[in-house]
């Protein structure tokens, strides 16, 4: 749910030219705000880019689909908004060229992924305090993998609007249509159930290990007491 798998010549170039325009902004944009990390930051960076595209590159098997986890979440918090769109686009890319979608659809790709990973450190941050390092990540991945979810449903319905003959994979029929919408829909929960079991499990590890890599979370300023009382 945060992937087209969609080859070139399907969509239309109304959709997906303004995607990858917008994808090619954002992505000076974060290039521009991380141009001064370190060169072991930019080390991090790639290595949480590689674990991803590896990771995205497993299919798993789910009833008669696939299902890719993207880590979407982890990396988003681990790296923040700027570097975690930028390795979101760049893993985009590589599957691309892998046969995971066309390059038409890179833009949209890295969008839709873009956003889970966008939105991953700021709900951890918020939901840190009071829970565990893992409770907050499953919490914050599952919250960015359902933004994602929800951006790859918004871009599908306006491809089906803007072609209508366009062949992704159900009908016209009203019968097939929410026979395919209940599925996808199915899939998409269990997805972000996955994701944030996966989440889970790397919050509770980084926790013990290496804690200094999760962001910290906000502290509260002690109350001060009103004038008069001790």
Request: glycine share 12%.
């Amino acid at each position: 749910m945060s992937h087209l798998h969609i080859p070139d010549g399907v969509l239309p170039p109304i959709l997906w030219g303004p995607g990858l325009a917008l994808a090619a902004a954002l992505l000076l944009l974060a290039v521009r705000a991380t141009r001064l990390e370190s060169p072991r930051t930019i080390a991090y960076q790639g290595a949480l880019g590689g674990l991803m595209l590896a990771v995205m590159s497993i299919p798993i098997p789910f009833v008669a689909l696939e299902y890719c986890l993207t880590l979407a979440g982890p990396v988003g918090v681990l790296l923040g908004p700027a570097a975690g769109f930028q390795v979101a686009f760049v893993v985009c890319v590589i599957l691309a060229l892998l046969g995971q979608g066309g390059l038409t659809v890179v833009g949209l790709n890295a969008l839709v992924l873009g956003a889970a990973v966008a939105v991953a450190r700021p709900l951890y941050v918020r939901l840190a305090p009071g829970r565990s390092a893992a409770a907050a990540l499953a919490l914050a991945t599952g919250a960015a993998q359902a933004v994602a979810g929800l951006c790859w449903f918004a871009l599908l319905t306006l491809a089906l609007k803007l072609s209508p003959g366009t062949p992704v994979g159900i009908g016209r029929g009203g019968v097939r249509i929410g026979l395919f919408a209940g599925v996808t829909i199915a899939l998409w929960l269990v997805a972000i159930a996955a994701e944030s079991a996966v989440a889970f499990g790397v919050g509770r590890f980084l926790a013990r290990v290496r804690p200094d890599l999760l962001p910290a979370a906000p502290t509260r300023a002690p109350a001060v007491p009103a004038a008069g009382v001790p």
